[in-house]
């Protein structure tokens, strides 16, 4: 199954196109797309069999975040190998984890202010959850996952590496800095959920190509790690990690600059489309 929020309103997104929930469940289920994931395992039996005959064509450009006012937001650093490496770290043996405030949230298309002279790309699988975890064991994450959309964890790097004791999650969070979408896609409909291929080009230039297998800690582990910290809510979103080509570890350095086209894949969900544009 795959969601979306459609200008602003939940959507199933069909073959046929895009089916209005509120409307085709007669007002059982919320048209607020967060609204939908402290219900999630009552809205994925409803959805097995609601009725479909409404499907509209899906505009793009009025797609929002499928999960636009989680109560947390999760950055995990360091999380591929290869990209660990290139950032000249030795390997974590636990998650290095940071914020994304939740007002960086956007959705998969549209322009993107250029806050600073260093801004970088990060493509990622995000995960949603779906069900409350706490104290989850590994082999049961992904029973939390209500599913999985493309994300950017964009970053000022300036920002982000300021001062004695950097902390990550101003640089990461200006406006806009959270782009995900366009659709969450349940995790059963992966042929394999634990090698999912990711990547992002500048320009029509592919500048990051990676696998979920290459992830040091992978999407259930995350569950288990944050879990045994705190509660992971219905609702919450958490940016997995980026692989191997950013623009800082380049030699000489790239940054994204006024005018560059930002295109972010995953197989098995679909494309965003970002422009930026001056701040
Ligand atoms: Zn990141």
């Not at 450009?61 to 995990?76: K, N, R, S």
């Amino acid at each position: 199954m795959r969601i979306a929020n459609l200008a602003g309103r939940l959507v199933l997104v069909t073959d046929a196109g895009a089916v209005d929930v509120e409307t085709a469940s007669a007002g059982r289920f919320s048209a607020d797309p967060q609204a939908v994931y402290p219900r999630w395992a009552e809205f994925t039996a409803w959805a097995e069999t609601a009725p479909l005959e409404q499907a509209r064509p899906v505009d793009a450009t009025a797609l929002g975040a499928p999960a636009p006012t989680p109560a947390q937001v999760f950055g995990i650093g360091l999380n591929y190998r290869d990209h660990a490496a290139e950032a000249g770290f030795a390997l974590p043996d636990s998650p290095t984890v940071f914020t994304k405030f939740v007002s960086c949230l956007t959705g998969p298309e549209g322009e993107i202010p250029l806050a600073g002279p260093t801004v970088d790309w990060e493509i990622e699988l995000v995960v949603v959850i779906g069900k409350l975890a706490r104290h989850v064991a590994a082999e049961d994450g992904w029973d939390h996952v209500a599913g999985l959309t493309v994300g950017q964890d964009l970053s000022e790097r300036t920002v982000q590496t300021a001062g004695p004791a950097p902390q990550f999650s101003l640089g990461k969070s200006f406006p806009r800095f959270g782009p995900i979408g366009p659709y969450l896609v349940t995790p059963d409909e992966f042929e394999d959920r634990d090698d999912i291929v990711l990547g992002c080009a500048v320009n029509g230039e592919s500048v990051q190509k990676g696998r979920t297998s290459d992830l040091i800690f992978s999407v259930p582990r995350l569950v288990a790690e944050l879990s045994a910290v705190l509660p992971l809510l219905p609702g919450d979103v958490i940016f997995t990690g980026t692989p191997a080509g950013v623009g800082v570890a380049r030699d000489p350095k790239r940054f994204l600059a006024v005018g560059d086209e930002l295109v972010s894949t995953i197989d098995g969900i679909g494309s965003m489309h970002h422009r930026f544009v001056p701040a």
